[in-house]
């Protein structure tokens, strides 16, 4: 499949109050981070700490994002951080059609197809799927012409009762490392789009289950939680892995995730194999 552009509307994490002290007291309390800690990881006192949070001194644009930095803020809210100092944002936000992305568009390209016959895709923040190889094709048989029309999304895909989700075999172990995956996002994000997502995944019954989604785990021993998915009368067996860009400079791209199935088991991985032949 093509790379798409998307277009994504993430929150920025913006608690009560006005300026940038109430911002960064916000995150350093999620980090769980006291004025002490966070003045000797950035250089600096904790009074200065003290006075910046309570809006008595303004940091410099250094100081935003030296804090920033060591409290992991996501690039996106780094510039609300600067904003809110009175500061221009430092960080771009290039669409993904843009040419000056087509390097990236190109390498995202060549490293997904390269995984075949292995499932891969990449998605944005939100989960919108804005590449994937023909292994994830191959996952995605059966699913209705109503759920592939894009712009297609990953969690919807997979969770949605007319989805993946009835050739799940392991579906409650698999909707809850997922659903917790995306809380954890949230609590780093606190993206609207992304908790409507969440609460829209998270009201999918679990066909097959119950409406829990529960069902025994898999006795089979594995060295990562595997999805175990029927296809084609064959159960295969997944792990997953996602990886991200490291330091990114640009908000589209630091938000962009490249998920990879590795095969669980030697009969899956002959399968797959076989299917590519």
């Known amino acids: 499949m093509t790379i798409v552009p998307t277009g994504t509307d993430i929150a920025a994490a913006a608690p009560a109050g006005k300026g940038v002290g109430p911002l960064l007291r916000a995150w350093r309390e999620r ?5 002490l800690e966070l003045a000797l990881r950035a250089d600096s006192s904790a009074r200065h700490i003290s006075f910046v949070e309570t809006g008595r001194s303004r940091p410099s ?6 804090l920033a930095e060591h409290l992991d803020v996501p690039v996106r809210e780094r510039n609300s951080l600067l904003l809110a100092a009175g500061y221009a944002p430092r960080y771009p936000e290039t669409p993904l059609d843009d ?3 087509d390097a990236l568009r190109e390498g995202l390209e060549r490293l997904i197809q390269g995984y075949d016959p292995y499932p891969a895709l990449v998605v944005d923040a939100t989960y919108t799927v804005v590449a994937a190889n023909r ?8 699913v209705p012409e109503s759920l592939l029309q894009p712009p297609l999304n990953a969690m919807r895909l997979t969770l949605h009762p007319q989805g993946m989700a009835p050739r799940i075999r392991n579906l409650g172990e698999w909707r809850g490392h997922l659903l917790a995956q995306m809380e954890r996002q949230i609590a780093l ?3 609207e789009p992304l908790r409507a997502l969440y609460e829209e995944v998270r009201a999918y019954p679990a066909p097959g289950t119950g409406d829990e989604g529960d069902e025994q785990p ?7 939680l595997p999805m175990r998915i029927e296809h084609d009368g064959r159960v295969l067996s997944f792990v997953s892995s996602i990886a991200t ?3 990114p400079m640009d908000v589209t791209v630091s938000e962009l995730a490249i998920e990879t199935f590795l095969p669980a088991d030697p009969a899956t991985a002959k399968y797959l194999h ?4």
Not at 218 to 223: A, D, K, L, M, N
Not at 274 to 277: N, R
């Open 31 to 35: 980090r769980r981070v006291s004025q």
């Open 61 to 66: 644009e250094e100081m935003v994002l030296r």
């Open 99 to 101: 040419p000056a992305l």
């Open 135 to 142: 292994g994830i094709t191959m996952l995605l048989d059966g």
């Open 189 to 191: 994000h606190r993206s």
């Open 218 to 224: 898999t006795p089979v021993p594995h060295f990562a």
């Open 245 to 247: 860009f490291n330091t």
């Open 274 to 277: 076989a299917l590519g032949d």
